[in-house]
């Protein structure tokens, strides 16, 4: 397929995700099993068509005064991968698989020195206007600069895992894919998004990553999973385990001694988490699935709790454009009043001295200072460790960046920390 095809293919994917209100995956799968003749490259193509339409959805509806499907895809082609009005009129002219020809008005619009003259904040930060009002209380001046790091394409972070390998012979292994280390986790390597049609890599087929010396994870899920400070030798609940992905970075900064229960209200989401232990040679994590009593034993005995709680996933909006504008603010609610109960919950395993890591992976006031200062006026036995020193602790001297939040939190975001966007505040609890 030549690149109009591609962009009729990606259009009528984005109009099935929006009249059937299907996910973007769901809608890219459905249209590739119905186009057997498609190959990978162009699922590739028309898949980075439809993400990079989804990221900037408002300002390029904006340029092109419309946000039907056709408008986003053109305006992309042309503001995003370089395409002009006029190499688009020759390549339409020359396939027949091209959607209809550029109208004079979208000749216009696509032509337009300044595409967002006029245009709103919200809009030039590609947010929903009620988004942006809370992202300017919590980030002041820097909540557009920060809104527009949510719309770049997201590289391909992994994290050597240091249980079976380091992060030298990692980049050597991979070194067909071109890795570059950090930029923030120490064991993080970064294969970086390519332009227009880039594929990203299948990491999963790669002998590096089937014998466990590499795991693909943000380095914000990295970098937070370091500043819960485990030790080796600590006793550890991982309260919302998930399918594991911080469990196993925790094993390896304990060096496998010490003692993880990884735990998850929900059977299904840890279901994976069997196979990645066995794979990374964790060999310190008891996995305990949901069971009335399955924590009974671990009330008051933790060095360390970790809450990676529920959360919107407004951190991971590079990854996820659609759930950008399909979050309400009752969506948001709903997940705030489940942090409260979680975090209540963790609160007893604390044992006297122990400390407590609030995560998300999420940019939402809401969720994050706002959820810990909660927390703390409820549990006076508990104080905040300040996320500076906790910074300093682990990057000192690197010159790698957060933002530091008003209660004592640490905030990275794309913007600041390259990274996606996570929350973490550690609270300690009295002796
Ligand atoms: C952000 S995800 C965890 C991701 C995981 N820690 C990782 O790093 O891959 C949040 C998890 O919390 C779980 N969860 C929701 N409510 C819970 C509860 N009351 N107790 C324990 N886990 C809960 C969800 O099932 C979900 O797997």
Same mark, same amino acid.
């Given at each position: 397929?030549?690149?109009?095809?591609?962009?009729?293919?990606?259009?009528?994917?984005?109009? *099935?995700?929006?009249?059937?209100?299907?996910?973007?995956? =769901?809608?890219?799968? @459905?249209?590739?099993?119905?186009?057997?003749?498609?190959?990978?490259?162009?699922?590739?193509?028309?898949?980075?068509?439809? +993400?990079?339409?989804?990221?900037?959805?408002?300002?390029?509806?904006?340029?092109?005064?419309?946000?039907?499907?056709?408008?986003?895809?053109?305006?992309?082609?042309?503001?995003?991968?370089? =395409?002009?009005p =006029?190499?688009?009129? #020759?390549?339409?002219?020359?396939d027949?698989?091209?959607?209809?020809?550029l109208?004079?008005?979208?000749? %216009?619009?696509?032509?337009?020195? *300044?595409?967002?003259?006029?245009?709103?904040?919200?809009?030039?930060?590609?947010? /929903?206007?009620?988004?942006?009002a809370?992202?300017?209380?919590?980030?002041?001046?820097?909540?557009?600069?920060?809104?527009?790091?949510?719309?770049?394409?997201?590289?391909?972070?992994?994290?050597?895992?240091?249980?079976?390998?380091?992060?030298?012979?990692?980049?050597k $292994?991979?070194?067909?894919?071109?890795?570059?280390?950090g930029p923030?986790?120490?064991?993080?390597?970064?294969?970086?998004?390519? /332009?227009?049609?880039?594929?990203?890599?299948?990491?999963? #087929?790669?002998?590096?990553?089937?014998?466990?010396?590499?795991?693909?994870?943000?380095?914000?899920?990295?970098?937070?999973?370091?500043?819960?400070?485990?030790?080796?030798?600590?006793?550890?609940? *991982?309260?919302?385990?998930?399918?594991?992905?911080?469990?196993?970075?925790?094993? @390896?900064?304990?060096?496998?001694?010490?003692?993880?229960?990884a735990?998850?209200?929900d059977? #299904?989401?840890?279901?994976?988490? +069997? *196979?990645?232990?066995?794979?990374?040679?964790?060999?310190?994590?008891?996995?305990?699935?949901? %069971?009335?009593?399955?924590?009974?034993?671990?009330?008051?005995?933790?060095?360390?709790?970790?809450?990676d709680?529920?959360?919107?996933g407004?951190?991971?909006?590079?990854?996820?454009?659609?759930?950008?504008?399909?979050?309400?603010?009752?969506?948001?609610?709903?997940?705030?009043? =489940?942090?409260?109960?979680?975090?209540?919950?963790? @609160?007893?395993?604390?044992?006297?001295?122990?400390?407590?890591? +609030?995560? #998300?992976c999420?940019?939402?006031?809401?969720?994050?200072?706002?959820?810990?200062?909660?927390?703390?006026?409820?549990?006076?036995?508990?104080?905040?460790?300040?996320?500076?020193?906790?910074?300093?602790?682990?990057?000192?001297?690197?010159?790698?960046?957060?933002?530091?939040? $008003?209660?004592?939190?640490?905030?990275?975001?794309?913007?600041?920390t390259?990274?996606?966007?996570? +929350?973490?505040?550690?609270?300690?609890? %009295?002796?």
């Amino acid at each position: 397929m030549r690149l109009p095809g591609r962009m009729a293919a990606a259009i009528a994917v984005l109009e *099935d995700i929006e009249s059937h209100r299907r996910p973007v995956a =769901e809608a890219l799968k @459905a249209w590739g099993l119905a186009n057997r003749f498609a190959g990978a490259g162009d699922r590739a193509a028309i898949g980075n068509l439809v +993400y990079d339409g989804l990221r900037r959805k408002r300002s390029h509806g904006w340029a092109m005064q419309s946000e039907a499907a056709r408008a986003l895809v053109l305006s992309v082609v042309v503001r995003e991968w370089g =395409e002009s009005p =006029e190499s688009l009129a #020759t390549l339409f002219a020359d396939d027949p698989h091209a959607p209809a020809a550029l109208s004079p008005d979208e000749v %216009a619009r696509l032509s337009a020195t *300044d595409p967002l003259a006029g245009a709103p904040a919200a809009v030039v930060a590609d947010l /929903p206007d009620w988004i942006a009002a809370l992202l300017e209380i919590s980030l002041g001046h820097d909540w557009i600069v920060e809104g527009q790091g949510l719309t770049g394409r997201p590289p391909l972070d992994l994290r050597a895992n240091l249980l079976k390998s380091d992060r030298a012979r990692v980049m050597k $292994a991979l070194s067909r894919f071109s890795p570059q280390e950090g930029p923030t986790s120490p064991w993080g390597l970064r294969l970086a998004a390519g /332009p227009r049609d880039a594929r990203t890599p299948n990491v999963l #087929t790669d002998e590096a990553w089937l014998k466990g010396w590499v795991e693909v994870q943000d380095q914000g899920s990295q970098v937070v999973s370091l500043l819960c400070g485990v030790q080796p030798g600590e006793q550890v609940l *991982d309260l919302c385990a998930g399918a594991g992905g911080k469990t196993l970075a925790l094993a @390896a900064l304990m060096g496998n001694k010490g003692q993880i229960f990884a735990h998850d209200s929900d059977r #299904t989401r840890l279901a994976p988490i +069997y *196979d990645r232990l066995k794979r990374a040679g964790v060999r310190n994590v008891q996995v305990r699935p949901p %069971a009335e009593t399955a924590l009974d034993d671990l009330v008051g005995r933790m060095d360390r709790v970790v809450v990676d709680a529920p959360c919107t996933g407004s951190g991971t909006w590079r990854r996820q454009p659609h759930a950008k504008w399909k979050l309400t603010p009752e969506q948001l609610a709903l997940r705030v009043a =489940e942090q409260q109960q979680i975090l209540d919950d963790a @609160a007893r395993f604390v044992k006297p001295g122990g400390s407590l890591a +609030y995560i #998300t992976c999420s940019v939402l006031p809401d969720e994050n200072g706002a959820q810990a200062q909660a927390f703390l006026a409820r549990h006076p036995e508990f104080r905040v460790v300040p996320g500076h020193g906790l910074w300093h602790k682990a990057f000192g001297g690197s010159g790698a960046r957060a933002r530091f939040t $008003a209660e004592g939190g640490i905030l990275l975001t794309p913007a600041t920390t390259g990274t996606d966007g996570f +929350y973490i505040a550690r609270f300690e609890r %009295a002796q």
